[in-house]
């Protein structure tokens, strides 16, 4: 009988599409953000670092703490760019948001059956 | 300008969420080898910038053999299903990154402090600060070879843990143990979570 935890899943989770963009947006940018490029968006005039991240995004989805490392620029730095990015459009922010990840049961529930597996 | 193209690993636009678990301890305590051995990827680093040099982008835009940096944490990843993405960053030890890993703490589902029993007290800050962060944590001996080896009873008393606090022990370097104190720290949060605490009824008799 899973019932009530079911009901959990109609909650609104850290995920949702507007997390992220929906708060000021330099202080809800963590090392673990996840940065999603929207191709879509001209990138004409975009500063030489800006431009660099959205190359290095144009693959795929990466975290903050991930394009430091690969642009080699501190994370405060890093921040900033992600943060000016965001407000421009050409990425989608999501951070994480762990009040609501402790009571996410099933996430929970899931990254534990991932640890056993591994 | 150092190569980027090789080692990317992108994630798939599938993933919804990032989860973030930090890893204090003392230096040399094993961090990164715990890290290393649950990543799906190779470790990255990051860096810092000295304080007393500015910080301003364009500045650093137009230093690209800029030496103003050190290395500040490295951390490793691993996805899970097609929707998570779990980070593990390691929390650099020395006092200078203080302000760096308080930041660091916010945002973190929980915190894994290692401990070397040949200095058990080089942890006890690493807890503090967890603590006072309201960060959820497991404590978790590195069995170093040839360190001291205590019993469960024993450690405890050494860390002053209260009876719900979790202590794991394991050898970093191999992944089958080096997992385990991260399943002990969901399973923490699993038991704490709101649905499971007993909730008072809303009584009205």
Same mark, same amino acid.
């Given at each position: 009988m899973t019932p009530v935890r079911r009901s959990r899943i109609g909650l609104v989770r850290s995920h949702t599409p507007t997390d992220g963009q929906a708060r000021p947006v330099r202080s809800s940018l963590d090392e673990s953000t996840l940065l999603y490029p929207d191709a879509?968006?001209? &990138?004409?005039?975009? @500063?030489?670092?800006?431009?660099?991240?959205? !190359? /290095?995004l144009a693959p795929g989805v990466?975290?903050?703490?991930?394009?430091?490392?690969?642009? &080699?620029?501190?994370? @405060?730095?890093?921040?900033?760019?992600?943060? !000016? /990015?965001?407000?421009?459009?050409?990425?989608?922010?999501?951070?994480?948001?762990?009040?609501?990840?402790?009571?996410?049961?099933e996430l929970l529930e899931r990254i534990l059956h991932a640890l056993h597996e591994l | 300008m150092p190569s980027m193209s090789s080692e990317v690993h992108h994630l798939p636009a599938s993933v919804t969420q990032s989860v973030k678990i930090i890893v204090l301890g003392p230096?040399?305590?094993?961090?990164?080898?715990?890290?290393?051995?649950?990543?799906?990827?190779?470790?990255?680093?990051?860096?810092?910038?000295?304080?007393?040099?500015?910080?301003?982008?364009?500045?650093?835009?137009?230093?690209?053999?800029?030496?103003?940096t050190t290395v500040a944490m490295d951390f490793g990843?691993?996805?899970?299903?097609?929707?998570i993405a779990l980070y593990l960053f390691g929390a650099p030890g020395q006092p200078r990154f203080r302000t760096f890993v308080d930041d660091l703490m916010l945002g973190a589902l929980g915190g894994i402090v290692l401990a070397d029993t040949?200095?058990?007290?080089?942890?006890?800050?690493?807890?503090?600060?967890?603590?006072?962060?309201g960060v959820p944590y497991v404590i978790t001996v590195n069995s170093f070879d040839g360190a001291p080896e205590y019993s469960e009873e024993e450690l405890r008393q050494a860390f002053q843990l209260d009876d719900d606090t979790p202590l794991v022990i394991c050898d970093a370097r191999r992944r089958e143990t080096a997992k385990l104190p991260l399943?002990?720290?969901?399973?923490?949060?699993?038991?704490?979570?709101?649905?499971?605490?007993?909730?008072?009824?809303?009584?009205?008799?």
């Open positions: 879509n968006v001209d &990138r004409g005039g975009l @500063p030489v670092m800006a431009n660099r991240v959205m !190359d /290095l990466l975290s903050l703490a991930e394009i430091s490392a690969h642009v &080699r620029l501190p994370v @405060p730095i890093v921040k900033v760019i992600a943060a !000016d /990015l965001v407000a421009g459009g050409h990425v989608l922010a999501r951070t994480p948001a762990p009040p609501e990840q402790r009571n996410d049961c | 230096f040399g305590v094993g961090k990164t080898t715990l890290i290393n051995s649950v990543s799906e990827i190779r470790p990255l680093s990051t860096e810092e910038t000295m304080t007393q040099y500015g910080q301003a982008v364009d500045d650093l835009a137009d230093l690209p053999d800029k030496t103003t990843r691993l996805t899970i299903g097609d929707d040949r200095r058990i007290d080089a942890s006890f800050d690493h807890i503090d600060r967890l603590e006072n962060a399943i002990s720290l969901v399973r923490h949060l699993l038991a704490h979570t709101d649905a499971s605490a007993p909730r008072p009824e809303p009584s009205r008799t």
